[in-house]
């Protein structure tokens, strides 16, 4: 009988293992009361769709409470595979365009130029025909410049010469591999004012500054990244003073502008009144204009603080929650380098696939019996779509990268005991290329078509600018602008729809609904990061170029480095440089702040802090409506853990 029990016992703690592994495997939970089903992969693969939701379950019933089921989904499935077969199609349709259009292009046509016969400079011609020429083969391979003559009222002729020097008959210009004549106005122009800007050598002195300050600019590139390490450490521990200085300089500048017309539209007043001036001659109407637009500002500001002031202490919490998972996963502030390492192999190729777009066309003979190449519809449509493909890669590369830090920082916020916590930015990596690329490349197809429009829209302006019609430009700017404000407001949803993917590996469509129902109830709080946050990261990036060019100054100039022409070309040299590693490692933070931002609204959704423990932190419960009872039952909990 005893034997027959235990095996009844263990047969039913072996069911109810099973349907805790399916609760653990659709961890997506809602709180109503839903029927268990038959798992489906339904339209938008996300765990929390209803053939997964669960019968609920009171907490006297669950093994233990501390032991909830995780709302970081890892049993998951490929997401937006069709999408992903768009984007490969795609990307072999720009294959094929291209391999067409090098059929009829010569990249050295618009490297080296080529003369009245279409041949082109520097190289030996193989062409054997020609319209309606009696141009031949020759070998250009000694003639590497076109010579272009544009002597006024007569017709631009192009030949290929081997050099271009100047004579007193025939002064020329050299300019990117073309030789020009009969410039004597513009090339004195031009002369003059090389002259009297001195940069007759200015670009030999600048090689020779760099040459002889290379050490010092290593030395400014390494200062850059120790600064911007520290900023991100600052904003761990002293956040708060940053933030307390940015509200307070907005305080004091709208109250000191508002002071300011004030006593300006007073002065005008008591002068009207004195009869110094005229009513016609004072600004008294402008500054009154003025000093009352700027009290509004004023009073909306300080309101908005006023009911702010707990969402500002949100930001300051989140920025240490950052800074925590920053510390615990290093390995983050890598990603930026591989993203912008392909993002530079991609400008790369696309400028060389637009040289061969440019040289390609069909030979014809224009009225001037001179030889072009005309650009079929195919070279057309070739030259947009490399534009096309170029928006879609880059965002899609961001797309990658906002994936591997939201998949690593929702782990490691849904993890209890993060000293268990292993590899997360290598197996969110695994989780994009396994499971949502198809979500990337939807997001990355979404914003390249709002960008090729509004880049088709720019380019009809700027031929519409002849005929100056102003109604048509009018409608134009409204297109741009409106697209302008949608492709920013697709942005931020974007990037909050990849952060929701990371967390229940649900696909574009869902990931964009949950976050912006996240982002939509939450939004007095948003708002804060947004403004607050944002603001306060800008002026870590100000903060860590100004330290950056201040050391230059002392290295070249209080130190006295000798032989230096321009000391400001390695200067700004080096600021630049600061501000592009200063941005690649605060992009990172401010994605791990907005990753965290929607953890903390999912983990208030799913989980009450007390029959279901919350998995943030000490510091954002205190965010929390039942922020005392949370924490009492958290000090409970680790009092009989101890």
Known sequence: MESLLEKTGASEAADLSKGDQKVDEHSCLNDEPTVQTSPEMGCCGCADEPSSKVEPTTPQSQSSPRNSDQIFVKDRSCTDILTLLVLLVLAGGFAFMLTNVVKKGDIYRVINGYDDCGRVCG?????????????????FTRMKYVEIDISPGAVPKRKCVE??????????????????????????????????????????????????????????????LALSLGILVAFRYVVQYAVYLVLIGVVVACIGGTTYFWLEWYHEKKSIDKNEITSEDSSIESYFVYAIIASVVTVIVLLVILVMRKRIQLVMQLFREAGKAVSAMPALLFQPIYTYLLLGFTSVACVYCMLWIESAGDMYKNRKNHVHFRKDALIIATRWYNLFCFFVAYEFYLGCQHIIVACAVARWFFTRDKKRLSLPVVKGFGYLIRYHLGTVAFGALIIGIVRIIRAMISFTQKHLKQYDNAFVNAILWCCQCCLWCFECALKFLTRNAYIETAIYGCNFCTGGRKAFQALSSNILRVAAINS?????????????????????????????????????????????????????????????????????????EKNDGISRPYFMSRGLMEFVENSKKALKHLDQRQNEDM
Not at 123 to 139: G, H, I, L
Not at 163 to 182: G, H, M, Q
Not at 202 to 210: G, H, Q
Not at 549 to 558: I, R
């Open 123 to 139: 190289r030996k011609t193989v062409r054997e025909s020609y319209p309606r020429t009696n141009c031949t083969n020759e070998d």
């Open 163 to 224: 050099r271009c020097e100047d004579t007193k008959e025939s002064p020329k210009l050299l300019f990117l591999n073309r030789c020009i004549l009969n410039i004597d106005k513009v090339k004195d122009t031009i002369n003059s004012i090389v002259r009297s800007l001195r940069l007759d050598s200015f670009f030999n002195e600048a090689v020779t500054d760099l040459g002889i300050a290379w050490r010092e600019l290593l030395y400014l590139l390494l200062i850059a």
């Open 532 to 604: 607050v946050g944002d603001f306060v990261l800008f002026l870590g990036k100000v903060l860590v170029v100004t330290l950056t060019m201040v050391a230059g100054v002392y290295l070249m100039q209080v130190q006295k480095k000798e032989g230096l022409h321009h000391p400001w070309i390695p200067i700004g040299l080096a600021g630049i440089f600061a501000f592009l590693v200063a941005h690649c490692f605060i992009s990172i933070y401010e994605m791990i702040i907005d990753t965290i931002f929607i953890c903390f609204c999912e983990d208030c």
